[in-house]
C-alpha cells in the first residue's frame, strides 16, 4: 500500500467513494422515485377533481404540446376540462390549474399549484390572513366566471359586469399577473382543444 | 470514568452555546436567514442537517486514515452529498409539502460551511464516539437557533407560531419580519442578546 504511486492512490480513493456513494444512491432511489412519482400524480388527480366540481375520473389528453385533462361525472358525462397555465408575477412564476366547462366559455373553479409572490401581500392571491372569514376571496371569484369576453380586474370596488373580478390591495400586480396569465392561456386553448373535437 | 463523561458533555454541549454555529460562529448563515420564515421551516432545515451532519461526520471519521490530504475535500463533498440526496428524496417521497417549502435548500447542505467545518475540524482528528458527538451538539445546536429564529419571524410576521394563532386578532402582522430584510434584523438581535449575555456570564465568573 506504502509503495504504490501517490497518484495512483488519490485517483483509487476518490473512485472507491464515488462508486459506493453511487451505489447506495441507486439503491435507495429504487424505492424512493416509484413513491414520489405516485404522490405527484396522485396530488394531480385530487387537483383536477377540485378544479372541475363533481369529476370522478380524469384522463390527460396532450393536444399541439398542451396537457388537458378531462373530468367526467360517475355516468361518464364529460364535466369539464382543466389545463395548466402558468406566468410571471410580481417576483415568481405562478402555476394555476384551471378548470372550465367543455366548451371553455366559464371557469368552473381554479388552484394555484405554485407561486412565491411577496409574503403578506402577493400571497393574497392565495391566503389573504386578514380577512379571516374567507381568506381564499380571491380565487373563489373566479368560480363560475364567464371569460367569453375575457377577464379584467377592477382596483377598490366590488365587480359589476361578467368577467369581471377585484384585484388585491397592495398587491394588483400579482392580481393583475394571474388575470393575465388566465386571458392568455384560455384564449390559446379554447382554440387547441375546440378544434381538436376531444370530449 | 467520571473525566469521560465530562469530555462527551462537553463535546456535545459546545456546540449549543459556546460554539454555537449559527450565532457564535457565524457558519451556515445562507440557510439560517432563508429557511426561518416560518417556525416549522426552521425546525425541518434543522432535521435536515442533522441527520447529514452525524452520518457524514460518523463515515467520515472511519475514513479518516483512509483519506490522503490530497483529496480530502473532495472526498467529503462526496460522502456528504450522499447523504444530502437520501435525505432530499426521503423528504420529496415522505413529507412532500415540506419538500416542497424548502425547495433548493435541502441540496444546498451540501455546500453548507457547518457540515464542512465540522468534517474539516473535527471528525478527520477525532475517534468516530466523540464525532458522532460532536455532531449531535453542532446540529442540535443548529436547530434550536432556527427553530427559534423561525418562531420569532411567524410571531411578528404573521402572529403565529407553528401555525398556532399566538397574538390577539386585532394584532397587524409585520409583513418584513417574515421578508430577507426580517432575517437580518431579527438574527443580528439575537445575536446582539446572545454577545451581551456573554459578557455579563463572563463578569459574573470574574467575580
Redesign the interface.
Known amino acids: 500500500m506504502k509503495k504504490m504511486n501517490?497518484s495512483i492512490?488519490?485517483v483509487v480513493?476518490?473512485t472507491v467513494?464515488?462508486a459506493i456513494?453511487g451505489g447506495?444512491?441507486a439503491y435507495?432511489?429504487s424505492f424512493?422515485?416509484k413513491?414520489?412519482a405516485d404522490?405527484q400524480k396522485s396530488?394531480q388527480v385530487k387537483s383536477v377533481q377540485v378544479v372541475l366540481p363533481g369529476s370522478v375520473t380524469s384522463e390527460s389528453k396532450m393536444l399541439d404540446g398542451v396537457e388537458f385533462f378531462i373530468g367526467k361525472d360517475d355516468a361518464g358525462k364529460p364535466v369539464g376540462v382543466a389545463f395548466v397555465a402558468t406566468g410571471a408575477g410580481f417576483q415568481s412564476t405562478i402555476k394555476v390549474l384551471v378548470g372550465m366547462d367543455p366548451t371553455m366559455q366559464t371557469i368552473l373553479a381554479m388552484k394555484i399549484m405554485e407561486q412565491a409572490e411577496?409574503?403578506?401581500?402577493g400571497t393574497k392571491i392565495v391566503n389573504d390572513?386578514t380577512n379571516?372569514t374567507n381568506p381564499g376571496w380571491f380565487i373563489k371569484q373566479f368560480e363560475n366566471l364567464s371569460v367569453a369576453n375575457g377577464i379584467s380586474y377592477l382596483k377598490g370596488q366590488k365587480p359589476s359586469k361578467p368577467g369581471e373580478i377585484q384585484a388585491i390591495t397592495g398587491a394588483t400586480v400579482s392580481s393583475a399577473a394571474v388575470v393575465n396569465l388566465l386571458n392568455a392561456s384560455i384564449t390559446s386553448n379554447r382554440e387547441i382543444f375546440l378544434k381538436s373535437g376531444v370530449k | 470514568m467520571s473525566t469521560g463523561k465530562v469530555t462527551v458533555w462537553k463535546d456535545f454541549a459546545k456546540g449549543l452555546w459556546d460554539e454555537n454555529p449559527s450565532l457564535r460562529m457565524l457558519l451556515g448563515c445562507c440557510p439560517t436567514l432563508a429557511m426561518t420564515t416560518s417556525a416549522i421551516n426552521g425546525f425541518s432545515m434543522g432535521i435536515a442537517v442533522i441527520f447529514t451532519l452525524i452520518c457524514s461526520s460518523a463515515i467520515i471519521s472511519l475514513m479518516r486514515n483512509l483519506i490522503p490530504k490530497e483529496v480530502r475535500i473532495a472526498t467529503y463533498i462526496i460522502i456528504i452529498s450522499t447523504f444530502v440526496t437520501v435525505v432530499d428524496r426521503t423528504m420529496a417521497a415522505f413529507l412532500p409539502a415540506i419538500s416542497k417549502a424548502m425547495g433548493p435548500f435541502i441540496p444546498l447542505i451540501v455546500v453548507n460551511c457547518i457540515i464542512l467545518g465540522r468534517a474539516e475540524a473535527f471528525a478527520s482528528k477525532n475517534t468516530v464516539g466523540r464525532s458522532i458527538i460532536d455532531a449531535m451538539g453542532m446540529s442540535i445546536g443548529f436547530t434550536l437557533t432556527l427553530t427559534f429564529l423561525g418562531s420569532l419571524r411567524e410571531l411578528i410576521g404573521a402572529g403565529t407560531i407553528f401555525s398556532f394563532q399566538i397574538m390577539p386578532e386585532s394584532f397587524i402582522p409585520w409583513a418584513v419580519i417574515v421578508l430577507p430584510p426580517g432575517a437580518f434584523l431579527m438574527l443580528g438581535l439575537i445575536i446582539g442578546t446572545v454577545n451581551w449575555l456573554n459578557t455579563q456570564i463572563t463578569k459574573k465568573t470574574a467575580h
Do not use: C
Not at chain 1, 118 to 121: R, S
Open positions: 501517490k492512490y488519490l480513493v476518490l467513494t464515488a456513494s447506495i444512491l435507495f432511489d424512493t422515485s413513491r414520489i404522490f396530488e411577496t409574503p403578506g401581500l390572513q379571516k
